[in-house]
């Protein structure tokens, strides 16, 4: 089983695959049109670098940290004809 470190924070999440490749790709233009952006001076502010920092981290680790939390993914898993919901494990956080 897997080990809690000492925050108490359960690895598992942090091992999780819960982003598809369709969703990838959404956050790698997201982030590419937001540098554009800021390069090009529409956007002025350098705190906005932040976000597609994160959207590239998330895209290419396939993880992203809110999904495993509220329990949602894009990754393809086994859904069902009647059930529209992607069939995901909630994670213990305790």
């Known amino acids: 089983m897997f080990e809690k470190d000492s925050f108490g924070l359960n690895f598992k999440i942090l ?3 819960n982003v598809g490749k369709i969703d990838r790709i959404i956050r790698l ?3 590419a049109t937001l ?3 800021y390069f ?3 956007i002025d502010s350098p705190a906005i670098l932040f976000l597609p920092l ?3 981290l998330t ?3 396939r993880c ?3 999904y495993a939390v509220l329990g949602l ?3 393809g898993v086994k859904t069902d004809e009647t059930d529209k919901k992607i069939d995901t494990e909630k994670l213990k956080l305790n």
């Open 15 to 17: 091992m999780m695959h």
């Open 29 to 31: 233009a997201v982030a």
């Open 35 to 37: 540098v554009v952006l």
């Open 40 to 42: 090009t001076k529409v």
């Open 54 to 56: 994160l959207l590239v």
């Open 59 to 61: 895209s290419l680790r």
């Open 64 to 66: 992203c940290p809110l």
């Open 73 to 75: 993914g894009t990754c």
